[in-house]
């Protein structure tokens, strides 16, 4: 009798996991589908147009489908792309533009997650970003690529982006798109950015980056559009080059109209588990292009 009790005790413990595992797997996936839904429902009614855009791919939300449409827009078939802050490279604004086969190079200070051979068409940089070096890391990069010049910038580095994208785009040949985080707490036409340190490390607060009024006015300067703010997060905004603003007619002209306020509740998971081999995949097919 000792050892039935023991057995049926276990058999009772294993059941009670099983169902506090697929419980949570089902709270969680109830949880994605109002995010989903909810997400849906903001793309639809903001007053920016070009917000329906928005899909998801590898970028942490809605990122991609907007930068597909701004360079099938812009004409560019297979272009350069830099990204700063790449995270572990499995989830960031710039694995849907490898997939394309377009070259490129990260800098960052987090470790890949995905094995791959650096090669004409794709590089790693790891190191911490400041403005004192982020020069050093755009030019290192490009001499890798045997390139002049790239086609897209993306920046995610949790602190002092604006003052790095400042230093950077006063000495680059100017990227036809730049993505970049703002702070979306403060709303236009609020202009405020953390004080700069160059060893600045988020701790997951309201202190951080810079608002989109500040890289709205910093960009301006420097010919450059704002044409979006991504709809699900209100994490990341697009400007364009001055050259192309007639491409995106439908954009309205006010700042006001263009801001996506914070929604950051995130996806637990969005379609099937990600896989590292598909990020393998994309970045051995992008070694072999000559």
């Known amino acids: 009798m000792p050892i039935l009790k023991k057995i049926t005790d276990i058999i009772k413990k294993k059941k009670e996991r099983v169902r506090k595992f697929f419980g949570i797997r089902l709270i969680k996936s109830i949880r994605d589908l109002i995010i ?34 701004i360079i099938k827009r812009l004409g560019i ?7 700063f802050g790449p995270g572990n490279g499995t989830e960031n604004n710039t694995i849907v533009l490898a997939a394309l086969k377009w070259k490129g190079f990260w800098v ?58 400042e230093e950077l785009i006063k000495k680059i040949t100017h990227p036809s798109l730049i993505i970049a985080e703002y702070n979306a707490k403060f709303p236009p036409p609020i202009k405020f950015k953390i004080k700069y340190d160059p060893q600045f490390v988020w701790r997951a607060d309201d202190y951080f980056g810079a608002s989109l009024s500040e890289f709205a006015s910093m960009l301006e300067k420097h010919s450059y559009k704002l044409i979006c703010c991504n709809s699900h997060t209100g994490s990341n905004a697009f400007f364009v080059k001055n050259d192309f603003i007639d491409l995106f007619k439908e954009v309205p002209k006010e700042i006001e109209k263009i801001y996506i306020e914070p929604h950051y509740q995130l996806y637990e998971r969005y379609g099937h588990p990600q896989s590292i081999k598909t990020i393998e995949l994309i970045f051995e097919e992008l070694e072999k292009l000559n």
Request: aromatic share 14%; charged share 30%.
């Open 108 to 165: 960052g200070s987090e470790n890949l997650a995905f094995k791959y051979n650096p090669s004409q068409n794709f590089q790693f940089l790891k190191g911490w970003v400041t403005k004192e070096n982020v020069l050093n890391y755009y030019n290192d990069g490009i001499k890798k690529l045997n390139e002049k010049k790239i086609d897209i910038l993306s920046l995610d580095l949790d602190g002092n982006d604006v003052y790095i994208l």
């Open 36 to 69: 989903f839904q909810q997400n849906t429902e903001l793309q639809r009614k903001r007053s920016n147009p070009f917000n329906s855009y928005g899909k998801r791919c590898f970028s942490q939300n809605d990122e991609d489908g907007i930068t597909l449409e």
């Open 77 to 83: 078939k297979k272009g350069v792309f830099a990204e």
